[in-house]
């Protein structure tokens, strides 16, 4: 199983530029999130996704937008890339969405805004 | 809201060292607790988790009991080797609701 596959592993952007980082997983896992990664904060989470069709907001969801057509797929869009967005991207799942579940995570991606 | 505090790091130490890194919580139902562990380069991966009060999570030589008592939940490894080098995470995982809260990591450097 490949598990939780990112793409890009790394992006450059200009200001005001809008992109979608992809993830995908292959474990028919029914939760899926995306996090931020910045120094001394540790990893706060943007959006997740309890099924195919459901999202919901995390701490910091401004600025992402995020869709769940697949259970396999969960896209994050960046609308208009800020230098604050500049950070490390990761998406993870979990089988179920039961709150003691490991969450298996993907390699990230390395985001810089200039 | 529910929140995670560890230890700031960096935290350097030599082979064979005892390491603890401290960590605890606020939350106001019956969290699950978790420790996660980041390699250079690589995405998180679990380390170890306790779901209820008293239980002790353990893998790999590493160590943590949840402790109601004390809203802790702190990791411990008797010997550590060069390979431990990573970032390691606490987190929290609220039963109301369908969200992990991470800490701000801790840094571990082992020197041979």
């Known amino acids: 199983n490949a598990g939780v596959t990112q793409t890009p592993k790394f992006q450059v952007l200009k200001t005001g530029q809008s992109m979608t980082l992809q993830c995908a997983q292959d474990m028919n896992h029914e939760y899926m999130s995306w996090y931020r990664q910045d120094p001394g904060m540790g990893l706060r989470l943007i959006h997740y996704?309890?099924?195919?069709?459901?999202?919901d907001q995390g701490e910091v969801p401004n600025g992402y937008n995020v869709s769940r057509s697949t259970t396999e797929d969960f896209p994050l869009r960046l609308l208009s890339a800020a230098p604050s967005q500049t950070s490390v991207y990761f998406c993870a799942s979990s089988r179920t969405v039961a709150t003691n579940e490991k969450l298996f995570f993907g390699s990230g991606t390395q985001l810089s805004v200039l | 809201g529910d929140s995670v505090t560890q230890m700031e790091g960096p935290v350097t130490l030599s082979e064979e060292a005892f390491l603890t890194i401290n960590c605890t919580y606020t939350?106001?139902?019956?969290?699950?607790l978790f420790w996660y562990v980041q390699y250079p380069g690589e995405g998180l991966q679990l380390l170890l988790k306790a779901t209820k009060a008293d239980d002790k999570g353990s893998n790999k030589g590493f160590e943590a009991t949840y402790r109601k008592e004390t809203t802790s939940f702190h990791l411990e490894k008797g010997s550590v080797q060069v390979s431990d080098s990573a970032v390691y995470f606490c987190?929290?995982?609220?039963?109301?609701?369908?969200?992990?809260?991470f800490g701000a990591g801790t840094t571990v450097t082992v020197r041979a």
């Open positions: 996704s309890v099924g195919a069709g459901i999202t």
């Open positions: 939350a106001t139902g019956y969290p699950s």
């Open positions: 987190a929290l995982s609220d039963p109301t609701d369908y969200k992990l809260s």
